[in-house]
């Protein structure tokens, strides 16, 4: 049900910017929620931000203000615009699909996607 490929990682300077994608083949029409996570050396992932099938939004409290979650089933892509960024924002970023909306409920899905690296560095 999920193919997830994140794309548009690199290396960016301090207060710079960048945007990652996230496409899945098969589509995210279907998928309740869809979020973004990063991963910092050393820490556990965490949840950057998150956006529904309805367009509920939810941004971690460092991020908020700085990055933009947007959806658009019809390219089968979530994006991550990501603004003002600095050294503490360095990490593996990871798309997440966490259930297959049927008529009965959710079926949980729970993937995953291989990550993109983003350094923030001068």
């Known amino acids: 049900q999920a193919q997830l490929v994140e794309s548009g990682g690199g290396v960016v300077l301090p207060g710079g910017s960048l945007r990652l994608s996230c496409v899945n083949s098969?589509?995210?029409?279907?998928?309740?929620?869809m979020g973004w996570y990063r991963q910092a050396p050393g820490k556990q992932r965490e949840l950057v931000a998150s956006i529904t099938s309805g367009g509920s939004i939810n941004y971690a409290d460092s991020v908020r203000g700085r990055f933009t979650i947007s959806r658009d089933n019809a390219r089968k892509t979530v994006s991550l615009q990501m603004n003002d960024l600095n050294p503490g924002d360095t990490a593996v970023y990871y798309c997440?699909?966490?259930?297959?909306?049927?008529?009965?409920?959710?079926?949980?899905?729970?993937?995953w996607g291989q990550g993109t690296l983003v350094t923030v560095s001068s």
């Open positions: 098969r589509g995210i029409g279907s998928i309740k929620t």
């Open positions: 997440h699909a966490d259930c297959v909306m049927v008529i009965e409920g959710c079926n949980p899905l729970d993937a």
